[in-house]
């Protein structure tokens, strides 16, 4: 078995102005979370709800389209 180094990541908080309120218990506090696999190079763009814990993300070989995409998942949903 070989060993395989932990993900790197990067937080970034969000306040109001990219995303939307949480599309599941409407706070306004979100964070982006930013991983990326040195292994398989799948970047994972994560966001996070700092009250609910409600998450969306998104994997992709791209590390602009995987954030991208997580924005527009979180950000595209029915009104609460």
């Known amino acids: 078995m070989r060993y395989i180094e932990p993900d ?7 306040l109001e102005g990219r ?3 949480c599309p ?9 979370i930013n991983r990326v696999n040195e292994e ?16 969306v993300g ?3 070989r791209d590390f602009d389209e995987a954030r991208k995409v997580a924005i527009e998942r979180w950000n595209n949903r029915a009104a609460l």
């Open 24 to 32: 599941f218990c409407g706070d306004r506090l979100a964070a982006i």
């Open 8 to 14: 790197k990541f990067d937080i970034d908080l969000v």
């Open 40 to 55: 398989t190079t799948i970047y994972r763009s994560l966001i996070s709800c700092s009250k609910c814990g409600g998450q």
């Open 19 to 21: 995303l939307r309120s």
């Open 58 to 60: 998104c994997n992709d």
